[in-house]
């Protein structure tokens, strides 16, 4: 593990200007995967710009009938806010589906956004992997990848993004607000996260220095009947094997609306507009669930072992959105 | 005399009673001090360098820009580290050469006066191989697989009675599958640590193991030094389950490098170290077969089971042996084949043997019970034996159908549909299954002091190792009781090799040996405080114990505590869920010491049985050479959202042929049998055979 230097800011502009000044440094904000990856050796900054005491720890509504949630609004503080558990409960319901309380308690919503892949090869840094180290190799196309990518994965990577939140903000349509240098721009989600292409280390779109300010939510009354479903290998504290945000909209036994966000899927958080786009004006009936999960699966491309997940998704797809409408099985 | 004892006093005996443990005071304040606590003046701190490659040898090590960097002394490898004495296992044979028989082998420590330094040099220690191809693929067909001549500890690798392949042949119901569990690491709370200290020729270690006697003896043929010479102590210990049985690397590199600079050196594992250095459970692929009549009666057991091992050190886990004493049938064969692998060497884990053979016997049974459309819990009870059926010898006492029965009735049992996939609550498929428990009961030689202060208090000094069984309780309770006296008055020390030879805490024999040893010594004491005239003197009085010919004179019997273990489970088939709602054990496991920490020990038992049915995994790269899944993200144990209603108890079972404290142990038997009942229950909730374990979503989802 490098030394490291440590340093706290207390506004916006501090902390861009200070990240500017070396050529590797991290803002740091729960430091629960951060720092997990500084004891590995796979992330080694040389300073921390410790972002938790900016003022972006408030959840504010929005003209729009929104919300827009700080940067360093701790995950237990989201779960736990009367807004967001009323109006978006996907949101409260993907944050509680993830780590632990102890967890929960440090993690903050940008940090949850930065979160990188749990690949094995990943973390490992006696191992080739291209989102480490590029033009490495990845061996995880042909070693143990079952819980890697089955959409929008690429030769020289099929790591996951291993985000609930993510997949629940994706799903409502939030945005990303982010400091670049001296201005501030807003990224919507779906465009926030890269997919690995031929550049893995690459992972999102904003300038290198970028800071997530805050997310925000828009006014949308289809999400008060959100929810979210994590499928994982026990009971608790485990990452997703597959996950999925939904809110339906039903008109005269129609879908009128749906929002469809898949986890563990991908590098990102799995927007399916497909599904969504098949969905839309159909008959709520499981027939109508299914044939939305095949025509965004069509663009699946599963290996020998997490072919499973193609299978797994579109099971738990069904049956949420089922759930959703009252249809039953 | 004047004594100390009271004969006429009614006592109740503290044996039995759920007594908190004595140490958890000092335990929850962080008083307790382990093994990587024990601040010595000048101590270094050592790194462990891992090899990354899976076979070859060191080409060559330049230690140059590492010695240059800030607060490190020396880097510890083959070429300067002491040579070392075979001590019977080669994973401790360490650097002393150029050879690299695994991938996360040791092959240096970096020594500085900071854990940061030390690791920093670690990661910058110029290390070149030349690394040649490895074999870790575990499968049954390869040519390399042989027959070893025994199996862990001690047993023949095959047993045959009676004419198998005929009766098979001849039997009107035949049960005939494979089935393979995975390779497992035991991950206990605290990672191994030593803190190493030479006074001349002399060594003291602070260490985490399971038996700080057997890590000194392998320290003395290592460094070819006498008991006297070398001081064990592991007052604390946070967890083994097998792991810590035995001298593992750290405390062999601590030492030498201790050595090596004269100075105090820790070395401490990190959780990604453990999955390499210090020993897992095997992989085995088994095939049963059993014949049977049409009313479930065997006529033929056969259990075929294959593991793999290092090249360095043959361990032959003993996953068939259960299946000699299990089930009565007149025609009985078991054998064992092993792969000797590019891999580390498994090693012990929670009821090696029994807890991967269980789940391919009882998983058979259940398969049986089926085919011949007999209750479950009946077909065991028809097939239970009068005596051991393998060996002819009888049972010291066997309570199996006594916790069938009982368990049937707590559980509900006998309300049971048999049909399979049939039940449905909402998304979930629910099922039921059990399975049959067993471990043997089984005494080791041990020496005990015990001696009576002059203040009417009593020290016991024993070897034994409390590694969160509560072990220590438990002796102290036995103390009290044999002393007649208080607990309070008892003060037990544990957990130092001066206090002479005694048992590990393994192979469910740790309490039991050791209670026979205090037992004895204490009843010398008190023939001692009757023979003696007058108060006990100030230097106090002194009785000392040493079981050896006691053990040695055991009837030849055979012993074994059992238990049924019963399950409700919840499948959900489209998503590849399985939950477990419900789980109940019953033991008849001898004499209870302590019915809280016992229950603690059962129930521990059969979570990790659960893990082991549903999570548990270490995943082997072949490409690397080492197992990938190698931290508690990546490694699944069950958490406390996984385990629900879960229920033990115990019958009131008297064995006068195990010690004299009639105590037979149970730090492994709630794991044996749990994964088949689970497996048994997933069949029952889908219709669907699990012989492959884990059961994961993938395995399960259709």
Known sequence: MRE??????????????????????????????????????????????????????????????????????????L??????????????????????????NLATTGGNLMQRTRCSYFTDVSKPCNKRVPGSGCPARDGEHHNLAILGASEHCIATSPSDLAVALVALDAVVHVREGDSARAVPLTEFRRLPGDRPDLETTVEPGALITGVSLPGLPIAAASRYRKVRERASYAFAIASIAAAVEVSGGLVADCRIAWGAVAAVPWRATRAEAMLRGKPVAIES???????????????????????????VTVELLAELTGVSR | MTSTLDPATTRTPLMGQGIN???????????????????????????????????????????????????????LDYRNAPRLSDAGDGELLLLQGDRVYYRGEAVAVVLAQS???????????????????????????????????????????ASNVGDVDAALAAAEVVIDQVYATPAEHNNPMEPHATTAHWDGDTLLVFDSNQGASSVQMSLCRLFDLPRSAVQVKSEHVGGGFGAKGSARPPVVLASMAARLLGRPVRVTLTRQQMFAMVGYRTPTI??????????????????????????????????????????????????????????????????????????????????????????????????????????????????????????ARRFGWDDRDRRPAIRQDGRWLMGSGMASSTYPARNAPSTCQVQARSDGTFEVRITASDIGTGARTALTQIAADALQVELDRVELRIGDSDFGPAMIAGGSMGTASWSWAVVKACRDL????????????????????????????????TRHAFGAQFVEVAVDIRTGEVRVPRMIGVFAAGHIVNARTARSQLIGGMIMGLGMALLEESLMDLRFGDYLNHDLAGYHVASNADVRSIEVSWIDEQDDQTNPSGIKGIGEIGIVGTAAAIANAVWHATGRRQRTLPIRPDRVIS
């Open chain 1, 4 to 77: 490291f230097g440590y340093q706290q800011v207390s506004d916006v502009e501090t902390a861009v200007a200070t990240l500017a000044t070396s050529a590797d440094a991290r803002y740091l904000g729960g430091g629960t995967n951060l720092v997990d990856l500084m004891k590995l050796g796979v992330e080694t900054p040389e300073l921390l710009i410790d972002v938790t005491n900016l003022p972006l720890t408030d959840i504010t509504e929005t003209a729009d009938g929104g919300v827009l949630i700080g940067a360093a609004v701790r995950n237990s503080d």
């Open chain 1, 79 to 104: 779960a736990a806010n009367p807004v967001i558990r009323q109006r978006y409960p996907a949101v409260a319901q993907a944050v509680l589906a993830g780590a632990s309380g102890q967890l929960r």
């Open chain 1, 289 to 315: 669930f299914a044939a939305a999960a095949d025509a965004e699966l069509l663009a699946a491309e599963p290996l020998e072992h997490n072919a499973y997940k193609v299978a797994l998704i579109r099971n």
């Open chain 2, 21 to 75: 443990r004595i140490d958890a005071i000092a335990k929850v304040t962080g008083e307790a001090r382990y093994s990587g606590e024990y601040p010595l003046d000048g101590m270094i701190y050592g790194w462990v360098v891992q090899a990354p490659i899976a076979k070859g040898r060191i080409s060559d090590i330049r230690p140059a820009t590492t010695l240059s960097m800030p607060g490190v002394l020396a880097v």
């Open chain 2, 115 to 157: 854990l940061e330094q030390a690791r920093a040099g670690a990661d910058a220690l110029d290390v070149s191989y030349l690394a040649e191809s490895h074999d870790v693929l575990f499968r049954a067909d390869h040519p390399d697989m042989y027959t070893p001549e025994l199996v862990n500890p001690n047993f023949p690798s």
């Open chain 2, 286 to 407: 088994q095939q049963v077969r059993l014949g049977s009549d049409r009313s479930g009666r065997l006529q033929a057991l056969d259990h075929l089971a294959y593991s793999q091992t290092s090249k360095i050190l043959e361990f032959a886990e003993q996953t068939a042996v259960l299946s000699r004493m299990m089930y009565a049938t007149p025609n009985l064969r078991t054998a064992h084949r092993l792969l000797p692998l590019d891999v580390p060497t498994p090693r012990w884990m929670r009821a090696p043997g029994e807890a991967p053979g269980s789940f391919a016997l009882e998983s058979a049974m259940d398969e049986l019970a089926q085919a011949c459309n007999v209750d479950p819990v009946e077909l065991r009870i028809r097939n239970e034996p009068d005596l051991e059926p393998d060996s002819g010898r009888p049972f010291s006492s066997r309570n199996l159908v006594a916790c069938l029965r009982e368990g």
């Open chain 2, 526 to 557: 008190l023939g001692q405080l009757d023979a003696h005239s007058g108060a006990v003197p100030a230097g106090g009085l002194l009785a000392r114990a040493d079981t050896k010919d006691d053990v040695a004179a055991q009837a030849d019997v």
